[in-house]
T-cell receptor
Framework: NAGVTQTPKFQVLKTGQSMTLQCAQDMNHNSMYWYRQDPGMGLRLIYY???????DKGEVPNGYNVSRLNKREFSLRLESAAPSQTSVYFCASTPVWGNTEAFFGQGTRLTVV | EDQVTQSPEALRLQEGESSSLNCSYT??????LFWYRQDPGKGPEFLFTLYSAGEEKEKERLKATLTKKESFLHITAPKPEDSATYLCAVLPSALRLTHNTDKLIFGTGTRLQVFP
């Protein structure tokens, strides 16, 4: 039982490049989330999907887009990467919206140069 | 503004030396407070949920308590494998519960190191 799987684990981008972070969960959870974690700051919510077919902005959505491809998969896209997007990105899932006993992936460490 | 503050930022303990981590919060109302453990290079792992003042939860050497202004994570006789960053998060109350209101506010964490 893998839980929440994120790919890639590490990535270096040049300013202006685009990329998509992939996330998949095998727990049949309805809700999925993307967070970023920066030194000295708590986890901040970028986007979330309360259920399949819906997505909404979180606290820091600028510069990102998301796609809830199906119930299992939730991707995060950076269209034109900026150095300020250097961070560790975590995907998480919960059985239903509002249930905050979240399961997190291992994270993607992204560096934008 | 809703806020969560954790202290200390870092804590070094000798194996067996009990201590407590603090999570203080200022929110308009509290629907829940959550503790997570995060190991280096990994995602947070859920530990506890507390809903009301006076509530306590225990798991092995960890005990979480909640008052109206703060939560403590007590670590009794810690072992080196308890070394990790401990994160606190709160779920504020809202007059109308919508998707936009169900968002956790995380603290910056306490990095705990336990030495043999």
């Amino acid at each position: 039982n893998a839980g929440v799987t994120q790919t890639p684990k590490f990535q270096v981008l040049k300013t202006g490049q685009s990329m998509t972070l992939q996330c998949a969960q095998d727990m049949n959870h309805n809700s999925m989330y993307w967070y970023r974690q920066d030194p000295g700051m708590g986890l901040r919510l970028i986007y979330y999907s309360a259920s399949e077919g819906t997505t909404d902005k979180g606290e820091v959505p600028n510069g990102y887009n998301v796609s809830r491809l199906n119930k299992r998969e939730f991707s995060l896209r950076l269209e034109s990467a900026a150095p300020s997007q250097t961070s560790v990105y975590f995907c998480a899932s919960t059985p239903v919206w509002g249930n905050t006993e979240a399961f997190f992936g291992q994270g993607t460490r992204l560096t934008v140069v | 503004e809703d806020q969560v503050t954790q202290s200390p930022e870092a804590l070094r303990l000798q194996e067996g030396e009990s201590s407590s981590l603090n999570c203080s919060y200022t929110v308009s109302g509290l629907r829940g407070l959550f503790w997570y453990r995060q190991d280096p290079g990994k995602g947070p792992e859920f530990l506890f949920t507390l809903y009301s003042a006076g509530e306590e939860k225990e798991k092995e050497r960890l005990k979480a308590t909640l008052t109206k202004k703060e939560s403590f994570l007590h670590i009794t006789a810690p072992k080196p494998e308890d070394s990790a960053t401990y994160l606190c998060a709160v779920l504020p109350s809202a007059l109308r519960l919508t998707h936009n209101t169900d968002k956790l506010i995380f603290g910056t964490g306490t990095r705990l190191q336990v030495f043999p």
